[in-house]
């Protein structure tokens, strides 16, 4: 899987550093969901992410990385990493370079020689993202007494056509941002889906204190004069440009960077 996606996306890594119109960077994201059953896998992928994985990447350039347990949402338990880079051939291929890395081997003996009658985990997925040209770095919500009861939200609009899928990000651009700035969301990144299922889609993140926070705040975005605006827009309007919404509320793991 990971060998796959690395050469699938190692052909976009000759244009470097990806660009915005202003000439600032954007990130590329990785989202890595670990399918896991209750029970010893569970402790035993915690255990090699927060001594063995996230080390590793760090070394490599790969930072901060993201940690977490899916609360709500369809296949529970899943563990869900976030990890952005700036070099995308670094993001891609950071995998395939872990087996040269000493410290991580000898971190990670347990997890990656689990016997096939007790394996570590059921099934690993990767998608692959570039940052959204108007917010192109991840920004970590700011660490407070409450930053191991946050809660973040990681939603996906999927659109009919590549055509919808574009005016999407283009109403991000063109309003959206400050409406979620003005209704006091954490925005921790916003992606355009290069690689993954069910495209074109677009997948973004939030955090939040705790659910109440959460339909507070989302009820200060639906009032707000300017998304009523936004979303009767003729451009906008003309038909449904978002198909499909997944809605993921994710808890930080003890170990997570962000």
């Not at 609360?71 to 040269?100: N, R």
């Not at 451009?235 to 198909?243: A, K, L, M």
Request: some cysteine; proline content about 7%.
């Amino acid at each position: 899987m990971t060998a796959s996606l690395a050469t699938s996306a190692l052909a976009l890594a000759n244009q470097g550093s990806a660009q915005t119109t202003s000439g600032k960077p954007r990130e590329y994201y990785e989202i890595r969901k670990y399918h896991l059953q209750t029970g010893p896998q569970i402790k035993l992928t915690d255990s090699y992410i927060s001594e063995a994985l996230i080390p590793a990447l760090n070394r490599m350039g790969i930072a901060p990385i993201g940690a977490f347990h899916l609360d709500i949402g369809p296949e529970t338990p899943t563990l869900y990493l976030l990890l952005p880079c700036s070099k995308l051939e670094t993001l891609v291929s950071a995998e395939l370079q872990l087996v040269h890395d000493e410290q991580f081997m000898k971190a990670a003996e347990p997890f990656w020689n689990a016997p096939a009658t007790a394996p570590a985990f059921q099934r690993i997925e990767s998608s692959l993202h570039i940052a959204f040209e108007g917010w192109p770095k991840l920004t970590p919500p700011a660490v407070t007494a409450e930053h191991g009861k946050r809660i973040f939200q990681l939603r996906t609009y999927e659109s009919p056509s590549s055509q919808d899928h574009i005016r999407k990000v283009e109403m991000f651009h063109h309003g959206e941002f400050d409406i979620f700035q003005r209704a006091g969301f954490g925005q921790v990144f916003y992606g355009d889906t290069l690689i993954g299922p069910r495209m074109p889609n677009l997948t973004y993140m939030l955090s939040f204190s705790d659910l109440t926070d959460l339909n507070l705040k989302w009820d200060k975005f639906r009032t707000d004069p300017e998304w009523t605006k936004l979303r009767s827009s003729p451009r906008y309007n003309f038909e449904e440009i978002v198909s499909n919404i997944s809605n993921l509320i994710l808890s930080p793991t003890a170990y997570s960077q962000i």
